[in-house]
């Protein structure tokens, strides 16, 4: 009879350590799943971030193309475009550099648009567009 009485403890004893064993592949997998959470929203901020960057370099990219050529003038100049979005990048700097390409008769110029802007964790970023702009003939 006692043979019995130990056998019924020492089953309740498995499923304890069985139990303890499931809690914790659930706890790994509940953890795990919120790591990769937390992982795909700063993967998507930094997306997000990047799209309105390159947008912005376009708007300002196309706004010079339509600009008369001679009003583009060489040097160093803020954007002349408008992007609201770009106040969503943290410390947002924006800059165009203007360069004479132009060789015997031929009037080029190139473009140098960039931003700069801190992302996650205070990381540096910049995207740039650089592109030739040439005077239309008459």
Not at 24 to 44: L, P, R
Not at 56 to 73: Q, S
Request: aromatic fraction near 4%; include cysteine.
């Amino acid at each position: 009879m006692r043979k019995r009485g130990m056998r019924r403890n020492h089953r309740a004893g498995v499923s304890l350590v069985e139990l303890m064993c499931a809690l914790f592949v659930i706890t790994a997998g509940i953890m795990g799943s919120m790591q990769m959470y937390m992982i795909a929203m700063d993967k998507t901020r930094a997306v997000q971030e990047a799209a309105i960057a390159v947008q912005a370099l376009l708007n300002e990219t196309e706004t010079l193309r339509a600009l008369p050529f001679k009003d583009i003038v060489a040097g160093d100049h803020v954007f002349q475009s408008d992007t609201p979005e770009v106040e969503r990048l943290k410390d947002a700097v924006c800059r165009v550099r203007v360069t004479n390409r132009g060789e015997q008769g031929v009037a080029l110029k190139e473009l140098d648009v960039g931003i700069r802007w801190r992302g996650e964790h205070g990381r540096l970023i910049e995207k740039r567009i650089v592109t030739l702009i040439a005077e239309k003939g008459s």
